[in-house]
């Protein structure tokens, strides 16, 4: 299933017929002695393993089949529904999901589920958001009708970036838009009666109770989080605590908490089973405790969202409880293969989550150094190695997923564990029982404590290892160094000290020299004298990483997604750090608009920036958070290893009419190599086109030029793009945006000059590099293919050898 996630097309169904004459196969083979046994479990491991492809493959074309026809896409269509799950308020309106039950405009269709966002009423300037201006909100389990506009799940494709576009195909939400307020919108019914919404409603009232018990609580989304697994009422700065201190899958109904739960109800149900002698006679205490510890369990994982994490250990306890029922020992591999296997049946897009791979991974380690050993262990010592194999066998992953690691993880799980599973989560779970809000309050002053613990530990200097993204070679062979450092006999724990090794295994030091390769191969560096560009597709806004041999450049920072979302947080950094950038010499920030200023915060805060180039006033928090910052000039110019970087706008004496941080005082970069030239000029217009026009002049000619404005129609003069006479013209535009950039009459301009035109809502990230006279161009949309993301027909036409580009 893993390997047909990874697939750029589907392929075609009926190949799956193949599998029956290869049953037959290996049973027909199983029958004769001469044949080996190892043959058959191989030839049947073949069988199985093309069910799961195939399995996996029918999935998906269901799925995809489900899709917003695209004469569709933009126009007014007139649903009824229900609203599917716990709406999320945000600063801007609200957003939910919607099960559609009938689609009223005649002659339009609708997939079944799909992802809304209902806007407040624009604010004027100057005046408070009205009562009346906000939406009537929308609650879980209710049936409305409204007037929607809608358009196919399109996300961002960039390297080592998140793909939405994957996350909406795996929640089945296969279109996206607003409503369209005032329209006739009205609730049709105050609560629709199927158990899935009674669980989404039972979810909402839950997490409103629990907001209305701790108004103003700093740490109130983490109890939220904890009771019915909104992740998202947790603040992006209390999560950044979390994953510094490696505590983030305590936050959320993790397999722990769902196991606690269990095994408390298990208990309980058993000393009081075991009181009645009737109740005795009926069925053994063992086995009705176990029922009621399952549905315990499931109750529990349900109302977490079901999340891949609280699947497998309801599975898992599933499994062991079947065991039981039946009289049978399962080993405790066998109850993992069970439980993985229910996962990736009942969701084949699992594979691709990282909470999967963590999930699983972290019982498999377990299982390797607490399965099967022979002899009494101290609880502190078997609890300490079993934080430290976790922590060591989780490296590759973590590195593999998100570049980074916490390196006071064992300490701050040691301490956070017992304090948030044992204490925490029980007081929670119980307020959530009517008339016992009241436990909510020392729930909270133990998390608030815990919370200081864990923001004095991750502020600490080396509380985090970041590093690139290591070769998939190297991840597979530090894992089987990991497994081979923790076989029996290997690495162990006395108390009276730290880690040691034990006869056993011999030659465990094996295992640690081939994790070396993830941390000593490095991804490849521009040579001296070449520069790499990576045009980011950060929707409707700008982001370009400039990088030379030694050195590094991000040109603006995307645009601000909502609360605690930028494209810095969200793209730049996971590029940079994936791309092992450790840091930027120079972050320009052109002008104040958010689709270019909208994720610096965001930067500053994560990678160190030697300086700040703008032309944002004095006074605005992006200069204010910079260690050293300086004004964008015309005639401001610099070289770094053989490429010359030169400022051509703003000029020094500014124009007085033309405000601080404006498009038009948008700063202006050319970057010049031996093997071609880039021209970045933000959202300039015409009239400061023409002032580069009769200052630069010949300065102004590029091979390669990212379109001023986006494509808008108030830049990209004839004169301009005579002069520019670029070879490859970028495009940074969202998908389907409401201003139509780029506009056709500029994209016709550029075609008759000559150019090649590509588009980073078409395209994605592009990514070029200018060395050896051939400047190369990638788009990471055919860098990365995969069979979910936009119909490749539409990208633009491949770039052609640039000896044919003008300059």
Known sequence: MAWLQQQAELPLLHWAWLLLPGIALVVALARLPAIPPIVVRMMLVGVAAGAGFFWAAACAHWRLADALPAEWEGRNIRVAGVVADLPQIGEDGVRFT???????????????????TWYNERRRPGKALSPEAAPRRPNAGERWQMTVRLKRPHGSVNPHGFDFERWALERRIRATGYVRSGDGTLRLAEQVDRPTYRIARLRQTIRERHLAALPGYDHAGVLVALAVG????????????????GVNHLMSISGLHVTMVSGLVF????????????????????????????????????????EVPAQRTVYMLAAMALALWLGRLASATTVLAWALLCVVVLDPWAVLAPGFWLSFGAVAVIMLVAAGRIGAEHWLSGWVRVQWAITLGLVPLLLAMFQQVSLVSPIANA?????????????????????????????????????????????LPQAVWSQHAPPPWTVGAAMVGIIWMLLPGGLGFGLGGGPRFTSGFPARWLGAVALLPMFLVFPPRPEPGTLWLTVLDVGQ????????????LLFDTGPAFGTGADSGNRIIVPYLRGEGIGHLDVMVVTHADSDHSGGALSVLEAVPVEWLVSSLGVDHPIRRAAARQRPCL????????????????PPPQRDAR??????????????????????????????????????????????????????????????????????????????????????????????????????????????????????????????????????????????????????
């Open 98 to 116: 919607f099960d559609v039950e009938q689609v009223l405009t005649e002659g339009a269709a609708v997939p079944e589920r799909i992802l809304l």
């Open 230 to 245: 909104d992740q998202r009422a947790i603040p992006r700065t209390q999560w950044q605590v979390f994953t510094r201190t």
């Open 267 to 306: 208990a309980l149900a058993y000393g009081l089973w075991r009181r009645s002698h009737l109740l005795l006679l009926w069925l053994p205490a063992r086995k009705a405790a176990v029922i009621a510890g399952l549905a315990a369990a499931f109750g529990y994982a349900l109302l977490a969202g079901f």
């Open 415 to 459: 301490i956070a564990i017992p304090l948030v599973s044992l204490v925490v989560v029980p007081l929670t779970l119980l307020a959530t029982l009517p008339f016992l809000d009241i436990l909510l309050l020392p729930a909270h002053m133990i998390m608030h404590a815990c919370m200081e613990m864990l923001q004095w530990m991750g502020s």
């Open 541 to 552: 806004g700008l982001a370009v990483v400039a990088r030379t041999a030694q050195h590094a």
């Open 634 to 649: 015309a005639g401001q110019s610099w070289e770094w290893d053989g490429v010359r970087f030169d400022m051509l706008h």
């Open 658 to 807: 033309r405000k601080v941080g404006s498009n038009a005082g948008s700063c202006v970069l050319k970057v010049t190599s031996a093997h071609g030239s880039v021209l970045l000029p933000a959202d300039i217009g015409k009239q400061a086109e023409r002032r580069l026009l009769k200052e630069s002049g010949e300065q102004l000619a590029a091979t390669v030029l990212v379109a001023p404005h986006h494509g808008s129609k108030t830049s990209s003069s004839e004169a301009f793009v005579r002069q520019v006479a670029p070879g490859l013209v970028i495009f940074t535009v969202g998908y389907r945006n409401r201003f139509g950039h780029p506009r056709e009459e500029v994209v016709e301009r550029y075609r008759r000059q000559g150019s090649t035109l590509l588009r980073s809502d078409q395209d994605g990230a592009i990514l070029l590099r200018f060395m050896g006279g051939v400047p190369a161009v990638r788009r990471a949309r055919t860098l990365y293919p995969r069979y979910w993301q936009a119909d490749p027909s539409a990208s633009s036409p491949p770039a052609p050898p640039a000896a044919s580009w003008p300059r």
